[in-house]
T-cell receptor, first 111, second 117 residues
């Protein structure tokens, strides 16, 4: 399995602004997943994007995948205080069942 | 609530003691995973089960750690002779696991926070 590297490590924005965080990985993948973790709690799945997909939307979330650059981005539009959390990406190789996480992006929404 | 549940939510123990955590996955989920997370880090994979079979174990899972899923439903994670370095959040997750070689969405429980004094 391989670990994704999230960037930036920390991000603070005003409520209502858009937040963008990035994930880079090293080898080809089958899919890539994004998860959110509120402080002291378990992870919540946000989006799974497959290697043959370039963009996916879910509510205020937009995920892109560029397999040529081995990178993905997560855009949260019209941020809310409840979006304050750590965000992790998990790139998955074919045949690998476990998730491997980086250190995440810590997002803080300022009211 | 039919999500993943973990018990206890918090555990404080003294070094050298044994502890056991329980995870109840979402009903009919065949795969169950254990992860460990320390402060400021992402979760690290420990082990996973396909039904009652333990299919993969991380090198992080020393011989003091043992996990079981005897009937393919709930799972237990036991740590023997705890050390201060075992202090962490222990997360359990489950996924449907009906198809081999597919990476699926994993549904996480709230975690068990362990503090070893």
């Amino acid at each position: 399995s391989q670990q994704g590297e999230e960037d930036p490590q920390a991000l603070s924005i005003q409520e209502g602004e858009n937040a963008t965080m990035n994930c880079s990985y090293k080898t080809s993948i089958n899919n890539l997943q994004w998860y959110r973790q509120n402080s002291g709690r378990g992870l919540v799945h946000l989006i799974l994007i497959r290697s043959n997909e370039r963009e996916k939307h879910s509510g205020r979330l937009r995920v892109t995948l560029d397999t040529s650059k081995k990178s993905s981005s997560l855009l949260i539009t019209a941020s809310r205080a409840a979006d304050t959390a750590s965000y992790f990406c998990a790139p998955n190789n074919f045949g690998n069942e476990k998730l491997t996480f980086g250190t995440g992006t810590r997002l803080t929404i300022i009211p | 609530d039919t999500g993943v549940s973990q018990d206890p939510r918090h555990k404080i123990t003294k070094r050298g003691q044994n502890v056991t955590f329980r995870c109840d996955p979402i009903s009919e989920h065949n795969r169950l995973y254990w992860y460990r997370q320390t402060l400021g880090q992402g979760p690290e994979f420990l082990t996973y089960f396909q039904n009652e079979a333990q299919l993969e174990k991380s090198r992080l899972l020393s011989d003091r750690f043992s996990a079981e899923r005897p009937k393919g439903s709930f799972s237990t994670l036991e740590i023997q002779r705890t050390e201060q370095g075992d202090s962490a959040m222990y997360l359990c997750a489950s996924s449907p696991g009906h198809t081999v070689n597919t990476q699926e969405t994993q549904y996480f429980g709230p975690g068990t926070r362990l503090l070893v004094l």
